[in-house]
């Protein structure tokens, strides 16, 4: 039976985050699943492992809660989200269907309405064009982003070039390429093109090194580790770029391929989440079988992969709770559901400033 024939006997309603560490990202799961029933028809498996911390991480959780309070408090103006909010098509349609816009060029956003730009960080001339035209402007960027966008001001103004170890066309490394002047911003992702840099600046050059906070543990350390080589007198973060929850999520799914004897790990996340496919490949790496999951219908492409196996379960930092858990009601694990516990977080962020103005101000009218 294909899952489009597997009726969906429907979930427990929850918000998208509803709590803030990643035991309280558990606990919401925990919640979900106990409510939960199979679909008729689904998969049987054997049992599932679910490691800890996956999910949501506090970046992605304030800005979705700003996205949220603006739709709740401002029903009567045009609400705009810049970037889809977040890198997953799951959130972003769920705010599609309470009205919300998404735009890629903020000069599509109309006049007066509010644009909620992303916590990938956004350039100072995409925040310089969004205020334009009377448009209220709450920038959900996450503070670890911010980070980067800091140390390469800073390390500009030091008289450096910015080597940035960052996806192509990712909307963090555009961000931060728009804090640094054009002739000292390289983008690289490869030794190959660290060769090219390195073929314009001779050895004596002050150089950054800096990285996208969302990569792959494994990714970045011989890039980095061989511009220091070159550019002797080159600054690194001392508290590194990658984020603690791309970290934390990597090291929990090679634990759980390590000391969970699972052999196929499903990650929940978009095509578009980079810190998704670091934990596919983190899985990978460490021995196991692993596939991105997007939705229900993906498992019908590996239903003969997982029938009747113990499997992995995690999720990427922009995947909620309930996006799991539905995927999980088209499996039927025999043995039933493990967390393993894991690192647990605590990290939370606060709202944007311009918002908890605009909230300051809400109030005081009503
Ligand atoms: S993945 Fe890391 S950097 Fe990105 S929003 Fe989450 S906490 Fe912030």
Redo the contacts with the bound molecule.
């Keep these: 039976m294909s899952i489009e024939q597997r009726a969906n006997v429907g979930l427990p309603e929850a918000s998208l985050t509803e709590f803030g560490s990643s035991l309280a990202v558990r606990n919401d799961l925990q919640r979900l699943l106990a409510e939960l029933v199979p679909v008729p028809g689904a998969l049987p498996i054997k049992k599932i492992l679910i490691p800890e911390p996956m999910g949501v ?4 959780e304030m ?1 979705i809660d700003s996205l949220n309070e603006v739709v709740e408090r401002f029903p009567e103006r045009e609400i705009i989200g810049y970037h889809g909010i ?1 890198h997953n098509p799951y959130v972003t349609n769920r705010f599609q269907e309470r009205g919300v816009e998404f735009v890629d060029d903020v000069d599509k956003a109309p006049s007066n309405s509010i644009i909620v730009l992303s ?2 960080g956004s350039s100072p001339e995409v925040i310089r064009k969004a205020k334009e035209h009377d448009r209220t402007v709450i920038d959900a960027v ?4 911010e980070k980067v966008h800091h140390e390469v001001v800073r390390m500009v103004k030091e008289g450096r070039i910015i080597i940035h170890i960052a996806h192509a066309g990712h909307d ?1 490394a555009l961000g931060v390429q728009g804090y640094v002047p054009k002739d000292k911003y390289h983008r690289i992702e490869t030794l190959e093109e660290l060769e090219e840099v390195k073929k314009q600046y001779g050895p004596d050059t002050q150089a950054a090194v800096v990285t996208q ?2 990569l792959a543990q494994g990714s970045w350390e011989s890039i980095a580790e061989a511009a220091k080589e070159y550019w002797t007198d080159t600054w690194t973060a001392p508290r590194k770029d990658i ?4 970290d934390n999520r990597q090291s929990a799914v090679e634990q759980l391929v390590l000391n969970g004897g699972i052999e196929t790990v499903l990650v929940v996340t978009s095509e578009q989440s980079s ?1 998704g496919k670091a934990l596919v490949r983190k899985a990978r790496e460490a021995g196991a079988e692993s596939f991105l999951i997007q939705n229900p219908q993906d498992i019908n492409l590996i239903e003969d992969l997982i029938r009747g196996k113990k499997i992995g379960i995690t999720a990427g ?2 995947t909620p709770a309930q996006q799991v858990a539905e995927i999980i009601s088209y499996l039927d694990p025999s043995e039933g559901i493990e967390f393993l516990s894991g690192k647990v977080e605590e ?1 939370k ?1 606060s709202l944007p400033r311009e918002l908890r103005d605009l909230i300051k101000e809400d109030d005081a009218r009503s």
């Design positions: 991480c506090a970046g992605v800005a977040v916590p990938h996450c503070p670890l982003v963090e906070t969302t984020c603690y929850a791309t810190n930092a922009s990290q962020f």
